[in-house]
C-alpha cells in the first residue's frame, strides 16, 4: 500500500527491517536481564560456567540476533517486490 502512493522500495524495506530488530533489541535486553536474574537464583544448578557466564550470553545473543535479521529479511526483500499495481487490485 505504502508503495502505491509512493514510498521508495529502499524505504520499505528500510521501515521492516528497523521494526523488526527494534523489536528484537528490545526483547533480548529484557531476555538478558531475566536471565541474569534467574542465573543468580538457579545458580547451584549450572555446572562448568557462572551464572554470567560472558561467552554464554554473547554466543546466544548473537545467535539469536541472526535469526530475528533473517526473519526480517525475507519477509522485508519480499515486501519490496510486490507490485503496487497488484497489491491495490487484491485489496
Given at each position: 500500500?505504502?508503495?502505491?502512493?509512493?514510498?521508495?522500495?529502499?524505504?520499505?524495506?528500510?521501515?521492516?527491517?528497523?521494526?523488526?530488530?527494534?523489536l528484537s533489541l528490545t526483547g533480548l535486553a529484557l531476555g538478558l536481564?531475566?536471565?541474569?536474574?534467574?542465573?543468580r537464583a538457579g545458580s547451584s544448578l549450572l555446572f562448568g560456567v557462572t551464572?554470567?557466564?560472558p561467552l554464554t550470553f554473547t554466543t546466544v545473543s548473537l545467535l539469536l540476533m541472526t535469526v530475528a535479521t533473517a526473519a526480517?529479511?525475507?519477509?522485508?526483500?519480499?515486501?519490496?517486490?510486490?507490485?503496487?499495481?497488484?497489491?491495490?487490485r487484491v485489496t
Amino acid at each position: 500500500m505504502r508503495m502505491a502512493i509512493g514510498a521508495h522500495a529502499a524505504d520499505i524495506f528500510r521501515m521492516i527491517i528497523g521494526e523488526g530488530l527494534t523489536l528484537s533489541l528490545t526483547g533480548l535486553a529484557l531476555g538478558l536481564v531475566g536471565a541474569l536474574w534467574l542465573g543468580r537464583a538457579g545458580s547451584s544448578l549450572l555446572f562448568g560456567v557462572t551464572a554470567s557466564d560472558p561467552l554464554t550470553f554473547t554466543t546466544v545473543s548473537l545467535l539469536l540476533m541472526t535469526v530475528a535479521t533473517a526473519a526480517c529479511y525475507f519477509p522485508a526483500r519480499r515486501a519490496t517486490r510486490v507490485d503496487p499495481i497488484v497489491a491495490l487490485r487484491v485489496t
